[in-house]
């Protein structure tokens, strides 16, 4: 029993040390009208949007292809093999 | 090879290659800007990420259900992996847009993580095929009706719950300066769709007979 109470009062103990080291904030500020802002340009999000999306599926058009034609190379041989 | 697949893919590079012109007559949105160009290829791989999803997880139910045929097999493989494509597209340009509308990449919200929970799903199901080893056609055909599943969950998870995703009621507000270069743009993928659904089960088909030819030599 006193172990128990003595090991909660130590986890107590440790938590209110980690909180008193967090550092408050000061207050709130006032909105600055010339504080720089985070302007991210749309144009290249647009870009790398379409370009990825053209690039995946024209990629894998062309691994289908390679696929349908290897396949049939493949099957044109062993039935020529069989005959 | 079906003559359909060539004159889809043709069909398709020539819709496409036309979208750009389109898309930038478009008028910019209100508060977005430019930045909201993107739910031109957002939105039709969106719509057949669950298309496929619904193709697979149906083509599965086939396939257990009535007698196991391999046609309904090969159909479920392709649309997994087409949902696969389309899922990343829509996962990968989706936070492209959020990060300039939203402010962050990605926010755990019921439509990004059902949509991420479902692709993963369809990742799943070609992991169990390719690994699986013999009679792994039946669990991953499991595998799809649950994918098939969610799609529900996926397209309403916007009205259900709060969310930062528009909701499914943009389509119908949309006006024609914005509702042309989308449908365009949705025609042009589902073309593509169709040619790359038939080229992936083209592969199934020619890998069966391949299968078949090599037992005959054997044999």
Known sequence: MIKRIATTCGLLALSWTVAAQQTAPDGFKPFDENAPRETLPAAPLVFIAYALAWVALAFYAFTLFRKVSKLETDLAELRRAKR | ?219
């Not at chain 2, 019921?110 to 699986?132: E, K």
Request: charged fraction near 10%; charge should be positive.
């Open chain 2, 1 to 219: 090879m079906p003559r359909a697949i060539p004159l889809f893919l043709i069909v398709a590079a020539a819709m496409l290659a036309a979208s750009p012109f389109l898309i930038d007559a478009a008028p910019p949105e209100a508060t977005m800007g430019l930045v909201q160009k993107i739910f031109y290829v957002h939105l039709p791989s969106a719509i057949l990420f669950l298309v496929a999803a619904l193709i697979c997880g149906g083509s599965s139910a086939v396939y257990l259900a009535g007698g196991r045929k391999p046609g309904a097999d090969r159909a479920a493989v392709a649309a997994a992996e087409l949902a696969i494509i389309f899922g990343l597209i829509t996962i990968v340009t989706g936070p492209l847009w959020g990060r300039k509308a939203w402010g962050v990449w990605w926010a755990w919200e019921p439509r990004l993580t059902s949509t991420l929970v479902m692709w993963l799903l369809f990742g799943a199901y070609s992991l169990v095929r390719r690994f699986g080893g013999p009679g792994s056609e039946l669990l991953s055909a499991g595998v799809g009706m649950f994918g098939m599943a969610l799609v529900p969950f996926v397209y309403w998870s916007v009205n259900f719950w709060r969310t930062l995703h528009p909701k499914t009621t943009v389509l119908p507000t949309l006006p024609a300066s914005m509702g042309l270069p989308l449908w365009w743009s949705f025609v042009a993928f589902t073309f593509l769709f169709m040619a790359l659904m038939g080229l992936r089960m083209r592969v199934e088909r020619l890998r069966a007979a391949v299968d078949d030819a090599f037992a005959d030599a054997e044999g």
